[in-house]
């Protein structure tokens, strides 16, 4: 990680993959920040590769920015560059256009499918496939929403809340008419329900389950027994709105995705 963030200031993106030898199914994500180890698989260990690479400059001056201090490296290298331009017969194609044709192959249903059960042993290898701009244009999409994660428009959602409503949570849940949930319907606390969730939205899967669900289980109060630690996640942000309206934009970068990788219908 040194290497690849050496500090906050420089820019950099990597590839977070599931590992070889985890015994969950296959995921993928983008990130322009440190990647935790198990991020996608309790497991064993995810790999992320960074589209940089950082060396510590040898000579720096006394007022330079802490970004300055480092030389950046292509991880792409100059064979691959050419590899594609050749095999494309393409000669526009950068090294960046390469690293989001990965992301987007990497997110290809029958990509996934075929080689499912080579996934599980080994880490992942790139095909060729018939059109370059098609895998690397998705890729470059995806990459947008997943990146913006927090800042992309919330999708409206119809809100119900009572007067001087809590944006607090608990515990979110959906309300459920027996045993089957309602998973158009989130109920975010006592005081504010959400309607209207597409169910197209649990269609965009992220390490096992949908990303709202993800969201919805660990955006909660929780409490270690060990230490008592409580964990809070209201006080991440000083906007109390900032988990309701993660969880609408996040209902849209489900909703994008699914667009996106619906189009990648080339078989493999």
């Known amino acids: 990680m040194p290497k690849i963030f050496p500090n906050p200031q420089v820019e950099n993106l990597v590839i977070c993959v599931t590992g070889a030898g985890n015994l969950v199914e296959f995921s993928t994500f983008i990130s322009d920040c440190i990647v935790d180890l198990h991020a996608t698989g309790s497991t ?31 991880n792409l290298s100059d064979t691959m560059l050419k590899a594609y331009q050749k095999h494309y017969a393409d000669s526009t194609i950068t090294k960046a256009d390469i690293f989001y044709y990965i992301y ?18 080994m880490l992942p290898r790139i095909p060729f496939a018939e059109s370059f701009w098609l895998f690397s244009n998705a890729g470059k999409q ?8 927090e800042t ?7 809100e119900i809340a009572a007067p ?4 607090r949570v608990q515990k979110m849940q959906y309300p459920k008419a027996g045993k089957v949930a309602d998973k158009t319907t989130l109920i975010y606390n006592t005081h504010i329900t959400l309607n209207g969730i597409p169910l197209e939205t649990y269609e965009y899967i992220v390490n096992g389950k ?27 942000s000083e906007d109390p709105r900032y988990i309701l309206d993660l969880i609408k934009r996040i209902v849209t970068v489900s909703i994008e995705s699914v667009k996106i990788i619906n189009t990648l219908k080339e078989e493999f």
């Open 44 to 74: 064993g260990a995810s790999q992320s590769f960074p589209l940089y690479s950082y060396e510590e400059s040898t000579a720096t001056g006394l007022f330079d920015a802490p970004a300055q201090k480092y030389t950046r490296r292509d």
């Open 104 to 121: 987007g192959i990497l997110h290809a249903p029958s990509y996934k499918t075929k080689y499912a059960a080579d996934l599980k042993k």
């Open 142 to 149: 995806l990459a947008h929403w997943h990146l913006n994660y």
């Open 152 to 158: 992309v428009t919330p999708y409206p959602l119809e």
């Open 164 to 167: 001087n409503a809590d944006y």
């Open 210 to 236: 949908p990303a709202l669900d993800w969201i919805i289980d660990r955006y909660q109060i929780t409490v270690d027994k060990d230490s008592g630690i409580q964990n809070d996640p209201n006080q991440w």
